[in-house]
């Protein structure tokens, strides 16, 4: 799922100073998950920012409303009866939102209240690692099942760097080294040999790298028209 962090209220109120009327629009997809974006955490800023904006003596007014998705446009319409009624809207969606949100409906304006991390999971209770960097071509085949693409500080495919110690990555003691967690995993397999032998450079055109990225089903396009 796609994790992010709210930004702070400072941050927040910096950006909408000068508004008198908001819409807090909140997404049940994975912000929700990750516990930013739901209706509880929606809930939770608005009345931060009253009780803040109260103090400063510039009182604010601020309705809340919580999109099934905001990556998806027939549910981003639905707010299209109200959208008009306010200064601005604050998305507390991933970064898809506030732009299909701005795409939607061009004379509002919309602000980010999260920052997206990354790609990843829940490894306990209330907190999520990265586990995928969305490159377009996975092949986590070759490494056991781990991705060195996201969990490689520096994205290496063949092998570990000078950096790593203990099976520890050198950007810091809580970061495992993925290489060695993939090459002991092969070795407890017998299968250490999979790693040996060159296997092509990786066409990175796939990722962010090759430009804005599209994805079609043409079953489902064609069954539309």
């Known amino acids: 799922m796609i994790v992010a962090d709210r930004k702070s209220l400072q941050e927040i109120l910096a950006m909408v100073k000068d508004n008198k009327k908001i819409l807090i629009a909140g997404c049940k997809g994975c912000v929700t998950v990750c516990n930013v974006g739901g209706l509880k955490e929606v809930e939770i800023l608005a009345s931060s920012m009253k009780i803040a904006r109260k103090k400063e003596g510039n009182d604010i007014d601020i309705d809340i409303h919580v999109l099934e998705r905001q990556c998806d446009t027939e549910y981003v319409a639905g ?8 200064d601005a809207v604050i998305s507390l969606a991933c970064g898809v939102g506030p732009q299909f ?5 061009k004379d509002q304006t919309f602000y980010p209240g999260v ?3 990354f790609f990843g999971g829940a490894t306990q209770h209330g907190v999520w690692e990265e586990r995928c960097a969305g490159c377009g071509t996975c092949a986590i085949h070759n490494f056991g099942g781990l991705c060195p693409v996201a969990r490689c500080a520096k994205s290496l495919l063949n092998g570990p760097c000078g950096g790593s110690s203990n099976g520890v990555c050198e950007i810091n003691k809580d970061t495992e080294c993925i290489w060695d967690s993939i090459v002991r995993k092969k ?8 790693l040996i032998g060159v296997k092509g450079i990786k066409d990175w055109r796939t990722a962010r790298d090759g430009g804005p990225r599209r994805s079609i089903r043409e079953e489902l396009v064609q069954g539309n028209i």
């Open 115 to 117: 920052n997206t991390t």
């Open 187 to 194: 070795m407890d397999a017998g299968q250490l040999e999979d």
């Open 79 to 86: 707010i299209s009866d109200i959208v008009d009624d306010y």
């Open 101 to 105: 949100l701005s795409e939607m409906y």
